[in-house]
């Protein structure tokens, strides 16, 4: 098993539609993170979990909904999309809360496309 | 406004030949880089860090340097080889926390 994994790798979904991204990972690690990378933008930090407790939400709408079960999982619901948030949704997951404790692993992403 | 910024956004190079690829940051908080690499559909993968004690760190090919005064830091690859081809983005955190701060990348093609 790769260290992070995310499912599914594409998805297309309308605007009113619900899904799901699933990100786990195999590296024991305590802190899980989702990214949000748009076209010709830097990647953005949407959510930090670390021990499975949110402690950031970086001015993400309420249409993104995260949800981390245990330390392995990490999962974003999606509700109501704009054609906006079409992008590329990374998931990391690192050992500590410091970035000196270990780098941040990252998964190969989900591709989005709203229509 | 961006808080992290690089500025190329592509860097072509001969196989061989020093690769240089440049950051520039606003936040005086900023107390550790790193720099990621990229291939495409694949995640990002680390590559190199540096705290703000220290204005140089060198892992075999790879080196960055850190200028404070001017908020910038550099990564060079000596000597650039063609699985070096990669966007390669530059983070920075506060107070060494997991908050990453990117860049917007530079892609780096090394020519064989």
């Known amino acids: 098993e790769t260290g992070v994994t995310q499912t599914p790798r594409h998805l297309v979904m309308g605007m009113t539609n619900k899904k799901s991204l699933k990100c786990e990972q195999h590296?024991?690690?305590?802190?899980m993170y989702w990214y949000k990378q748009s076209a010709k933008k830097p990647l953005e930090l949407m959510f930090v979990?670390?021990?499975?407790?949110?402690?950031e939400n970086n001015s993400v709408p309420s249409r993104f909904s995260p949800e981390c079960p245990n330390s392995s999982h990490l999962f974003l619901h999606l509700h109501t999309l704009q054609p906006e948030d079409s992008a590329l949704y990374l998931c990391?997951?690192?050992?500590?809360?410091?970035?000196?404790?270990?780098?941040?692993?990252f998964g190969d992403g989900t591709r989005l496309s709203i229509l | 406004d961006q808080q992290v910024k690089q500025n190329s956004p592509s860097l072509s190079v001969q196989e061989g030949r020093i690769s240089i690829l440049n950051c520039d940051y606003t936040?005086?908080?900023?107390?550790?880089f790193l720099w990621y690499k990229k291939y495409p559909a694949e995640g990002p993968t680390f590559l190199i860090s540096?705290?703000?004690?220290?204005d140089k760190n060198e892992d075999g090919r790879f080196t960055v340097f850190l200028n404070k005064s001017a908020k910038h830091l550099s990564l060079h690859i000596v000597p650039s080889q063609p699985g070096d081809s990669a966007v390669y983005f530059c983070?920075?955190?506060?107070?060494?926390?997991?908050?990453?701060?990117f860049g917007g990348g530079t892609r780096l093609m090394v020519k064989p």
């Open positions: 983070a920075a955190s506060a107070n060494a926390g997991n908050m990453l701060t």
């Open positions: 540096i705290s703000s004690i220290k």
């Open positions: 590296l024991g690690h305590n802190a």
């Open positions: 990391a997951s690192s050992q500590g809360t410091g970035v000196r404790d270990q780098p941040q692993h």
């Open positions: 979990y670390n021990f499975k407790e949110q402690t």
């Open positions: 936040n005086s908080m900023f107390d550790y």
